[in-house]
């Protein structure tokens, strides 16, 4: 029940803040909640959170009425959050609130996206940084031997007769590098074919590696697979 209530307050908020009261921020001189899209990561990092809105808002401006005791106490998160409704109703539309003067225009902007952001009590963590994909050994475990083979390329798995760790590729019998006939590698024989021994095995679900993703393990065998 009580996250069905946090659902429900958090549509009827975010689904204010699209419309009407939207368009009272963005006549305010953009004093209002930029698009979530314009905040770089650094932002929503630092502003996506209750601490900051409590510290940056609430604290100075809001709880010095709305204490315990009082019909809105805004004193926690939990308070807070009961009341999102309330206070995008009476800041951002009927602009009543706070009553000792309207919020300055940055008290303005956090606020409005962190509640367009559903209120969250923590930041949303950032997505993670991925390298761009190189003719190196550490590229290419990162962005194709990682996510589509070594579940089972590992000394427990399935396929642990082919290791891919660099020096096991180096070493292996089956000549899956060969230095001298780079085309003749065993493992871009592996990733070429177009049969059901084809690597990543389609019987499992894995469609074949892009052209563009073996032409640069092609490039890292023939630089001497450093």
């Given at each position: ?9 958090s ?40 601490p ?17 005791g009082?019909?809105?106490?805004l ?13 995008d ?8 609130m ?6 300055k225009?940055?008290e ?6 962190w ?9 949303p963590?950032?997505p993670?940084?991925v ?26 798995g399935?396929?642990?007769q ?19 006939n ?21 019987e ?16 890292w ?6």
């Open positions: 029940m009580r996250f069905l209530v946090r659902t429900f307050i549509a009827a908020v975010l689904g204010g803040l699209s419309s009407c009261n939207y368009s009272v921020l963005k006549s305010t001189g953009d004093a209002g909640a930029r698009s979530l899209g314009e905040l770089s990561a650094e932002e929503r990092a630092t502003m996506m959170n209750y900051f809105i409590n510290s940056r808002v609430l604290q100075p401006r809001c709880v010095s009425c709305h204490r315990s009082e019909k809105v106490n004193e926690t998160y939990e308070s807070v959050f009961s009341q999102l409704a309330a206070i109703r009476t800041v951002f539309i009927e602009q009543t706070p009553k000792r003067g309207q919020l225009d940055d303005r902007r956090w606020l409005g996206n509640l367009r952001a559903g209120a969250p009590l923590n930041s963590q950032p993670p940084t390298d761009p994909f190189i003719a190196t050994y550490d590229s290419i475990r990162q962005h194709v031997f990682e996510p589509l083979c070594m579940a089972c390329h590992n000394p427990t399935t396929g642990k082919i290791l891919l760790d660099r020096q096991s590729l180096l070493d292996s019998p089956l000549v899956l590098i060969d230095l001298v780079v085309d003749e590698s065993g493992l871009l024989i592996a990733l070429e074919r177009t049969d059901n021994k084809r690597m990543p095995p389609a499992e679900g894995y469609s074949a590696l892009a052209p563009e993703q073996i032409k640069v393990i092609r490039e065998i023939s630089n001497g697979a450093n």
